[in-house]
């Protein structure tokens, strides 16, 4: 019995031996494909971008207007932002809210009508060619939709119709729209009668207008801008400024441009010396950065605060809501590829970026024309041998382990 026993320790000890010895080649195995497959490398696509050299300023805009007296219960007959002259009806006063319904309706027979007298003028009209602008109007009227641009989507929906219209008439399905049009017209005319009745607020000057709610929520005088020294208008910034009337119809702005007012430590004021051009946005209101020009860069040096004053001469309904706002300046802007900051590598006292051609990854020299704390900005003229090498559209490598130039990937 004890040979036995021998006997069978011994097997049980070579088989857990062999189990541990099982064990560690599984896990090296492991551990082997894990750095394989995890040993990965995120690239991005060296595109066109246009990056700025930029700062961050509260203060105030004004502009020249004059106020539009009237109030009640008012239908606007004009857009905000839209232009006006002196004489312009800009709106109508309800007595009751069925006359806002009948308002309403007369603007969409006017639409109609208009539509339709449109619609029969397709005589001679190629049929291939109305056919690729029904098609072409319907996708814009889908693209409107897709993207819920809804702004849009009437005039794309009359451009469908319009495009239909003719389709049909040119193919003899419809013979014309004139019955539909004089019965049309004659509810107009009806309507119209009865709405032009109605007191009216007419523009007293030319200008843009804007409606009450799409005023500026504040009165600023331009003149005591102007005048003021940077600490009064550090001070005017901090006590803010008077509310605008709302028992009004609206204001008119008499000129086609305005100033933004701010003020700034000595040390951003100086970035703008020199400094003529500028761009200027409101994220969240104007996104779109718009031309302007320095008009003042006024300086405290003992109170260490200076006055900042650019003007833009472009004008929407956005902009003519402006009041106390927070601005992005653009002092200069630079147009090159962008790619990222997390791809900067210094070999041999270059600095560039690596680089994945097919299966190898390349070391490419880069000369950068302005950076940021994400992103860098280099020309756009990259060749191989000189002092910037990466080009358009190149899949840099911004994350990756064991970089090096000629490795495979």
């Known amino acids: ?31 082997q494909c894990f750095v394989i497959f995890h040993q990965s490398y995120k690239t991005e696509t060296a595109i066109s971008y246009t ?3 930029s700062v961050t300023l509260d203060g105030v805009v004004a502009f020249d207007s004059v106020s539009v007296e009237g109030s009640g219960n008012l239908g606007y007959l004009v857009q905000d932002g839209e232009r006006v002259s002196n004489g312009t009806v800009l709106a109508e006063c309800y007595t009751d809210d069925s006359q806002g319904l009948l308002r309403e309706r ?16 397709s005589t001679g009209s190629d049929l291939s060619v109305l056919t690729n602008q029904t098609r072409q109007a319907l996708y814009n009227l889908l693209d409107k939709l897709d993207t819920a641009e809804y702004s849009g989507i009437t005039d794309a929906e009359d451009d469908f119709l319009l ?8 193919t003899g399905q419809t013979g014309d729209f004139s019955q539909t049009i004089a019965a049309l017209q004659a509810e107009y005319d009806e309507i119209n009668a009865q709405l032009g009745a109605l007191q009216t ?7 843009y207008f804007s409606s009450t709610e799409a005023a500026p929520a504040i009165v600023t005088d331009r003149q005591a801008l102007d005048d003021a020294t940077p600490t009064a208008l550090q001070q005017m910034l901090a ?16 000129g086609f441009s305005w100033r933004f007012y701010a003020v700034c430590d000595l040390d951003t004021a100086a970035r703008f010396d020199g400094v003529t051009s500028v761009k200027i946005s409101v994220p969240g209101k104007q996104n779109t950065p718009l031309a302007a020009t320095v008009v003042e860069v006024t300086t405290d040096e003992d109170n260490g605060v200076a006055k900042l004053v650019f003007e833009c001469q472009t004008i929407n309904a956005e902009i003519l809501s402006f009041g106390q706002e927070t601005a992005q300046i653009d002092i200069k802007t630079y147009e090159g590829i962008r790619i990222s900051r997390e791809a900067l590598h210094i070999v041999g006292g ?22 940021d704390e994400n992103y860098i900005l280099i020309p756009a003229d990259g060749a191989i041998g000189t002092d910037n090498e990466v080009r358009l559209y190149d899949e840099v490598i911004v994350q990756g382990t064991n970089l090096q130039d000629g490795k495979l990937l």
Request: hydrophobic content about 40%; cysteine-free; proline content about 2%.
């Open 350 to 371: 270059n600095r560039g970026v690596y680089v994945k051609y097919g299966n190898l990854q390349r070391f490419l020299k880069i000369t950068i024309l302005y950076e």
């Open 106 to 121: 007369l603007d969409r027979l006017s639409r109609t009508i208009d539509l339709l007298s449109k619609s029969q003028n």
């Open 201 to 207: 607020i007419t523009a007293t000057t030319n200008g």
């Open 51 to 53: 990056m700025a050299d």
């Open 1 to 31: 019995m004890q040979p036995k026993n021998g006997h069978t320790n011994a097997t049980k000890i070579i088989r857990w031996i062999g189990i541990a010895l099982l064990l560690v080649v599984s896990f090296y195995v492991v551990i």
């Open 239 to 254: 006590d803010g400024f008077p509310a605008a009337d709302t028992n009004r119809a609206g204001q008119i702005a008499t």
């Open 163 to 170: 495009a239909q219209n003719r389709l049909q008439v040119s």
